[in-house]
């Protein structure tokens, strides 16, 4: 079966500091990869998206990048964090070719930036 | 551009009765709708879907209903139940969108009194 890591759960960082957060999908082969922050009482806002290795598309501009160096992988990073970076991230996978199966997503990381 | 809104950001109902959450789109593109449920400090869960060629789908206690013509659909959830408190976000997708991504509703906190 599919399964979906997300590391670490929960995080603070200063301002300034870099990040990394890593999602890593299991049982599945050329998976889309997504990654999504739901900031306070805010809705799920698409970061990056990507159908296949070194394959990135930003959907927002921001102080934030994504790679995926592996198939099965998936990072977020910041050079320099900012405290309107704070939020709850999300990295989810859905099958190539989208299909009618919806995301599954892991189970978040939350980024406090002080 | 929100292009999927769910215009409560909350609900209170008691147990047992019926919870109804409304969700609006514009894009005429989408042609697939789906549900998600999330407890705090987790991913989103999938929850239930409905193909824009179907105007109802029902899962137990949950079912989708769609109004293609004016661009809404709705999740009943009946009886609701304490354990169903949670924020629910309404997602759509189309089979043209790039990347297979879901485009998200702001989510509305669903609470369920016992």
């Known amino acids: 079966s599919q399964t979906i890591h997300q590391w670490p759960a929960t995080l603070v960082q200063p301002v300034g500091s870099p990040l990394s957060l890593e999602c890593t999908v299991e049982?599945?082969?050329?998976?889309?990869l997504y990654w999504y922050r739901q900031a306070a009482g805010r809705g799920l806002q698409l970061l990056f998206y990507?159908?296949?290795?070194?394959?990135i598309s930003s959907e927002v501009p921001q102080n934030l990048s994504a790679s995926r160096p592996q198939d099965r992988q998936f990072i977020l990073s910041s050079k320099k964090l900012l405290l309107s970076d704070s939020g709850f991230y999300l990295c989810?996978?859905?099958?190539?070719?989208?299909?009618?199966?919806?995301?599954?997503f892991g189970s978040g990381t939350r980024l406090t930036v002080v | 551009d929100q292009q999927v809104k769910q215009n409560s950001p909350s609900l209170s109902v008691q147990e047992g009765r019926i919870s109804i959450l409304n969700c609006d789109y514009t894009?005429?593109?989408?042609?697939?709708f789906l549900w998600y449920k999330k407890y705090p400090a987790e991913g989103p869960t999938f929850l239930i879907s409905?193909?824009?060629?179907?105007d109802k789908n029902e899962d137990g206690r949950f079912t989708v209903f769609l109004n293609k013509s004016a661009k809404h659909l709705s999740l009943h959830i009946v009886p609701s139940q304490p354990g169903d408190s949670a924020v629910y976000f309404c997602?759509?997708?189309?089979?043209?969108?790039?990347?297979?991504?879901?485009?998200f509703g702001e989510g509305t906190q669903l609470t369920v009194n016992p």
């Open positions: 049982g599945t082969s050329n998976p889309n």
């Open positions: 997602a759509a997708s189309g089979s043209g969108t790039s990347g297979s991504r879901l485009t």
């Open positions: 894009n005429s593109m989408f042609d697939y």
């Open positions: 409905i193909s824009s060629i179907k």
């Open positions: 990507s159908v296949g290795i070194g394959q």
């Open positions: 989810a996978w859905r099958a190539l070719g989208g299909g009618n199966y919806g995301y599954t």
